[in-house]
Every structure is written in structure tokens, then in C-alpha cells.
């Protein structure tokens, strides 16, 4: 499948004020890069260089200066707005223009994957013609997420949002593959109680097709949503780990760019250069030769 990707930075981020009274939650560090490098990172690894940023109009210059066009780091950023939190599947109805009839990654920018195997079941999933696909891990306590239902076989059975009594532990992430279809479904879908186009109708609308795939995070890969002072606490923690483990940065942008061909060592190096006195230029100005994007997570969540 042909697509783009779309990161999805609004919402207020209610949950983490005072912290986020005037900055997006998105713009917020984890551990020692903004947020947002984390789900641009993840659509780099899957191959992904054209994306387009969803954010508030307050947002946006903030995601504008920090990010640019994208061409430092071997991408083609774009901007929209979204004015007023009215559902994650607003998104696919901004993004249509950007899309031009393509598919899509949506991927939430408060939603953190960390390890190796999540841009490769993205890559997996793009390589279907058409349909949906949803990544899932199971949880603890799935009433707080949209819980998908599978059969024996792995077949889709239901999807439910935020549901008092689950019928599995399996919550869908922050993160959806798309066929270009996708757009006008969102457009048919009704505001729910909450006034909000949800996902989760989105992801209906494609299981009713039959056309609804599911991947499953194995154990060992990391999801965080971290929208809550102690989700961003404990994903900080994890990436700091893994970093002082394996001598990687998990988000440089500019060294994932290098890994993937997309610009020269000596153009990474530069951009590390621009910022000497930080752990994240050092690294660029002493960037190895990368023989892949293994990132030496362990196992566990």
C-alpha cells in the first residue's frame, strides 16, 4: 500500500497541566527529545517521508520551528489544524487533501512504541492492497481502551470503546494503517455522545467490510500512551535504560535518517554540530557507522 503518515498532536492535555497550561503535551520531553520525535521516528523506520502534523492553531509554529519541513532529516513534513478536539478520525477528513487518495499511518502523538518490532509489523501491515489494519497489546486493565475481540484463529470479532466489562485484555494502540478509502468512511460516520468522530467507528466501519486486520505486539515491545504524569515518568525511565544500555538514541531523527539512506553521515553529523553543548549533538557529531536499527530492548513491559 501506497501511504502517508499522519501525526495526530492535539487535544488540550488536561491530564498533564500545569505542564501543558501554554505548550502542547506533545512538545513535552521524554527523557531528552520532545515527544513528538517519537511517532515520526516510528513512521521513519517503517519507510515512511512524507507525513503530515495535526495540531492546534496555537501549536502548530511551536511544531513549525521545532520541526521545519523535514528536510534535515530526509523527510517532507506538512501542517494542518485542528481547531477543536472533535475525534481521532477527524484526522483522516483534515489529512484528505495531503492524502490525494492514498493510504495512511495514523499514529497518535502522545503514543510511544519502543523496541524493534512495531516498524516491522507497520511495514507488514503496509503491504496489504487494501483495508484496515489496528496494532494491539494486551493490558492489565483494558476499560480505559478500546478493547478488539479476537477468535481462535485471530479473526476480529468485535470492537469495543472503553468497555465496564471487556471480553479481552487486547487494547488497540494509538496506531492504524488506512487504504485510501479511509477519508469518506470517517466523513459517514455520526458524532458520538461526546460530539466526537471516534476511531473505534472508523475501525468498525472497516470490520463490517470484512477488511479489518489485527497486529499484535509481542511481549517485550513497549507501548505508552503517555498522556498522564506517571505514563511519561515511566516511559522516560525505560528510554533513559535502554540508551545507557546500548549507546542509541532511540529518537534522533537525524541518525535514523542516516540509517535509512535518506541523508549522509557527514549531513547528520553537521546537524549535531548546530547543537554541541546537548547529549543529542554530541551524538550526531560522533555518529558510527549504523549497521541497523536493532535497538537492544529487553523483555517485559
Not at 501554554?22 to 520531553?29: R, Y
Not at 512504541?113 to 501491515?125: H, M, S, V, Y
Request: charged share 20%; hydrophobic share 45%.
Amino acid at each position: 500500500m501506497s501511504a502517508r503518515g499522519i501525526i495526530l498532536a492535539g487535544g488540550r492535555g488536561t491530564r498533564l497541566y500545569p505542564a501543558t497550561a501554554v505548550v502542547s503535551k506533545q512538545l513535552l520531553p521524554v527523557y531528552d527529545t520532545p515527544m513528538v520525535f517519537h511517532p515520526l521516528a516510528l513512521l521513519m523506520r517503517a519507510g515512511i517521508r512524507e507525513a503530515l502534523l495535526i495540531s492546534t492553531p496555537e501549536a502548530l509554529p511551536l511544531f513549525r520551528m521545532l520541526l521545519g519541513d523535514g528536510e534535515r532529516f530526509g523527510m517532507r513534513l506538512a501542517y494542518a489544524e485542528q481547531d477543536a478536539p472533535r475525534g481521532i478520525a477527524e484526522a483522516l477528513i483534515i489529512a484528505e487533501p495531503f492524502l490525494a487518495g492514498r493510504g495512511s499511518v495514523l499514529v497518535l502523538g502522545d503514543n510511544l512504541f519502543i523496541g524493534n518490532a512495531t516498524p516491522k509489523l507497520l511495514r507488514r501491515a503496509l503491504l496489504r492492497r487494501s483495508g484496515a489494519s489496528v496494532f494491539a497489546v494486551e493490558v492489565d486493565d483494558p476499560r480505559s481502551f478500546g478493547v478488539v475481540n479476537l477468535d481462535v484463529s485471530g479473526r476480529v470479532l468485535g470492537l469495543e470503546e472503553k468497555p465496564a466489562l471487556p471480553r479481552s485484555n487486547l487494547a488497540v494502540t494509538g496506531l492504524y494503517v488506512y487504504d485510501g478509502d479511509a477519508p469518506a468512511l470517517a466523513r459517514a460516520l455520526a458524532p458520538s455522545a461526546r460530539g466526537e468522530l471516534e476511531i473505534t467507528d472508523l475501525n468498525r466501519a472497516y470490520l463490517g467490510r470484512g477488511a479489518l486486520a489485527v497486529e499484535r505486539l509481542p511481549i517485550g515491545e513497549h507501548w505508552y500512551d503517555t498522556g498522564t504524569p506517571d505514563s511519561l515518568l515511566a516511559a522516560s525511565i525505560l528510554v533513559r535504560r535502554i540508551e545507557e544500555n546500548t549507546g542509541r538514541k532511540l529518537a534522533c531523527l537525524e541518525a535514523i535518517a542516516c540509517e535509512q539512506g535518506w541523508i549522509s553521515r557527514a549531513a547528520a553529523q553537521a546537524a549535531g554540530r548546530a547543537s554541541p553543548g546537548s547529549p543529542y549533538g554530541r551524538y550526531l557529531q560522533t555518529l558510527p557507522e549504523l549497521p541497523g536499527l536493532e535497538l537492544g530492548v529487553g523483555a517485559g513491559r
